[in-house]
């Protein structure tokens, strides 16, 4: 607010978090190897935040622990809700933080006004619905919620007075 932040919280590593989350429960439930890159095709295609959200599933190949060698098993959306529950939780509890720290003057903007969500994150099935739910407050995607960060700092490149009073901290611009 007014070129300077006020309140803030950062999950960075709760996009693969949710993929390490995904290839423990398959490993877990199903005994089960699966790589990163698996567990995140899985969470991009089925993955949900909330259990009943959505009714999809998919195939996931991977290696046996018991016997090491290929298996495959079907994965529900609801399975995937199931493995990311306590990341997602962490992730709305520091959302919870966030709205608890900010200032009166600025909570009433962020009641008319809402929360926006961005990063891969924010691409995650019924995440939106589930934060607007636990917290009260409308809650929108970013157009380009995978862009955000670049477009962002491009465009305080472009234009230095938009970075506020960030600016002086900016010795580079």
Sequence with gaps: SLGDIVVSSSLRSA????NQDIAAYVKKKYGLLIGEHTAETIKIEIGSS??????????VRGRDVVTGLPKT??????????????????MIASAHD????????LASDIIDRGIVI?????LLRGLDTLIQNETGIDVH???????CVALGAGAVLDNPELAGRRKEEMSYL
């Design 98 to 105: 966030v709205l608890s720290e900010t200032p009166p003057e």
């Design 118 to 122: 961005t990063g891969g994150g924010a």
């Design 15 to 18: 996009g693969d978090r949710l």
């Design 50 to 59: 909330v259990v009943g959200n959505r009714q999809k599933e998919t195939q």
């Design 141 to 147: 995607i970013a157009e380009a919620p995978l862009d």
């Design 73 to 90: 098993i079907t994965l529900t959306s609801d399975e995937t809700a199931e493995a990311m529950k306590d990341t997602i939780d962490s």
